[in-house]
């Protein structure tokens, strides 16, 4: 069943189309192999970039939907009905894409970068799997206050900046991180297309902090959490990968994902938020920070544009590429 609610969180969210979207034209299509002008596709429209117009009985992802146990309302139904482009002697088509998602679900066959939500300009539950919450229990009421963010690296591991995993603040210490977080606000997070799993909440066993932090300076700040328990790769919950192409390309375009406060906004948002920026050389970031903060070759600098700001609560959040097809996580040339 997990292939199945997998492929079918992929195949429904990438289409959010309206009724408005769709025209009439018709189609030759060949069936069997042989192309022959009485066979008339009547369809809505055109199929989206990587989808075919098949029937559904050659379209696998379709046939496992159909199983009800996927559909949790009439919507999805409804949902479903837009991805049909077409009928030919009384059999539907559909939009069809392919769907390799089940590889997350098996051990040792975890992709990383990639999201099983997919659709253009989606930033929405799912889009962001890899970014974690960085959580502080109080020692006295056990209120837990996640006062940072991470990325998962591993199935144990958390990546984080060190004056994140090292904060101590008042009456609290590191113990939590929850995985699979969209809305901090709704249990279980939903969109119009489906609902995620639940949240993993997993106790911290460990911090590794890189040897040569500066606190003062913040130089080397990174550090890994390694969790009590592995995670549970889901549709909101997975790997990044980490650049293995170091090399900057000034003004590449990088998205900072976390649940901070941005530039414009009063309080915090539930929900899980990305600041896209351009990468841009060191001084730039020298001239605005001066002395206050020394910036040095094993930093980046990114920003910069007017209106474009992460104003708090975005420590420790991964600032994302997208290369070669998948996201990795940015590091500067020097980190090792």
């Known amino acids: 069943m997990a292939i199945k609610v997998c492929c079918f969180v992929l195949f429904l969210s990438v289409f959010q189309w309206t009724n408005a979207q ?14 022959s002008e009485d066979d008339l ?18 379209c ?18 409804h949902r479903l009905n837009q991805l049909i482009c077409g009928n030919v002697n009384d059999e539907d088509y559909v939009c069809c894409p392919s769907c390799d998602c089940g590889k997350v679900f098996q051990d040792g ?17 799912g889009s962001q799997p890899w970014t974690a919450r960085v959580g502080f229990t109080h020692k006295e009421t056990g209120n837990v206050r996640f006062a940072c963010s991470g990325s998962i690296i591993g ?26 977080e969209w809305d901090i606000g709704r249990s279980p997070d939903c969109n119009d297309f489906f609902c995620a799993p639940p949240t993993q909440a997993i106790k911290v066993e460990n911090v590794i902090v890189h040897p040569g932090y500066e606190q003062k300076i913040f ?21 990044i990968c980490l650049n293995d192409k170091p090399e900057i390309i000034l003004n590449e375009r990088a998205s900072l994902v976390g649940w901070g406060k941005l530039s414009g906004q009063n309080n ?4 899980q938020q990305q600041l896209e920026v351009p990468l841009v050389p060191l001084e730039d970031c020298e001239r605005v920070f001066g002395e206050s903060v020394p910036v040095n070759e ?23 590429l997208f290369r070669d097809g998948k996201h990795v996580q940015v590091r500067p040339r020097y980190c090792d």
């Not at 130089?219 to 790997?239: F, N, Q």
């Open 109 to 125: 066959m975890e992709q990383c970068g990639q999201s099983m939500v997919r659709g253009v300009e989606y930033s929405g539950l």
């Open 219 to 239: 130089r080397h700040d990174i550090a890994l959490i390694i969790l009590k328990e592995e995670i549970k790769y889901s549709v909101t919950a997975a790997p």
């Open 60 to 77: 696998p992802l379709i046939e496992d939907l159909m199983d009800f146990s996927c559909f949790s309302s009439d919507r999805y139904f």
């Open 268 to 271: 915090v948002v539930s929900r």
């Open 298 to 320: 094993g930093q980046l600098c990114a920003g910069g544009e007017e209106g474009k700001d992460a104003c708090s609560g975005f420590g420790g959040a991964p600032l994302l």
């Open 41 to 58: 596709l009547s369809v809505r429209g055109p199929c989206p970039q990587n989808t075919t117009c098949v029937p559904v009985s050659s």
């Open 22 to 35: 769709f025209g009439s034209i018709g189609l030759s299509v060949g069936m069997g192999g042989i192309k």
């Open 155 to 180: 199935k144990r591991v958390i990546l984080t900046a060190a004056h994140c995993a090292l904060a101590k603040p008042e009456g609290y210490k590191l113990s939590t991180v929850v995985l699979g």
